[in-house]
């Protein structure tokens, strides 16, 4: 599948910019897969007005393929969407498989969730830790030859490799690279993916994503410029594909459309500034940065947990679960920031989702 073959309104959802959460895995007290609630997750992101979903992802937990749990949490999230109408109606979706391991697992892995219906693969390079960089195009290679590509700068402290400006040059002249989601949570790194678009003259076919949690708002807002060949070249972050979307998605939505407005607009007022250290306040708690981001995907299923999407924060690793005083730190920017988060809207349409 090459991206041509994409339906083209759903790559105009994702050339325009999204909320794409990465969605999370829900799992009964016997650590088993929750199947009704898995999809009531689904209909919850579809209705907050998500552009698609990313399935198998690490919010998702990597751990589902050990689980043997991969094609089916896959599989029900596209047949949701697929049979889900949406509040305001059907609309066009793209939809993101998370891919993982060596060659030939990844090659497998993009072949069946091509098969299902899904747009583009996020491919992870975690496992590929230690190979050149040779090495590294040459598995994005054969993964582009099943399906197109996301690319996915994964920071180091949740298993990410670093990258350089060369590399990502390299895996953008893959044809068959459509965005990437830039995740390093270092300003740095992130610059090198941006200036390896630019030089690879990408930046018409790759959109760029964040997936940068801690720095959402400023990622959007900002134009970014660098010089090709005596030429000024910018270009922007368009949406998010992002675990601290995976909550809050309908404030996520109103979010983004607020963004593109500015942006638009031309001025960027103190107000909207101001929004980003308080959505990163907001994700410390979530992703618990003070023990490191070892209770990142049980804060996310907390907050699900407390509005009654989740019967738990039960992880497949028994000993992923919240770090001490993460629940009061989430209660504390619960409160403090009424306005980025979905209670309101959860209670209201819970039990449609749980229903279906």
Known sequence: MHWSDIPAASLAVLRHGAVIPAHLL?????????????????????????GGVAVGVHSTQFAIREAGLYQQVLALAMQTAQNWTPLGGKRPLFMVAGLAGKTPQAVAEATLAQAMGYHAGLLSLAAMKGASDDALIAHCGAVADVMPLVGFYLQPAVGGIHLGVDFWRRFCEIDNVVAIKMAPFNR????????????????QRVTLYTGNDDHIVLDLL????????????????????????????????????RVHETVDSGHISPKMLALDGQVTDCNSALFDVAHDFKG????????????????????????E??????????????????????????????????AA
């Open 26 to 50: 829900a799992l009964d007290a016997r650590r088993k897969l929750d199947a009704n609630r898995q999809c009531a997750m689904t209909r919850y992101y579809l209705d907050a007005g998500a």
């Open 321 to 354: 679960t919240l770090s001490p005083g993460q629940a009061d730190e989430l209660t504390r920017v619960h409160a403090d920031y009424p306005d980025l988060h979905d209670d309101e809207f959860v209670n209201a349409n819970l039990h449609r989702w749980l």
């Open 296 to 319: 990142c995907i049980a804060g996310c299923h907390e907050v699900l947990r407390r509005q009654g999407l989740l019967q738990g924060i039960w992880c497949l690793d028994p000993n």
């Open 188 to 203: 740095y790194r992130m610059l090198d993916v941006i200036r390896g678009v630019i030089a690879a003259r990408a930046e």
């Open 222 to 257: 900002t134009p970014f410029t660098f010089m090709r060949e005596g030429e000024a070249v910018t270009v922007r972050i368009k949406g998010g594909l992002l675990g601290h979307w995976s909550v809050g998605t309908q404030r996520a939505v109103q979010l983004l459309a």
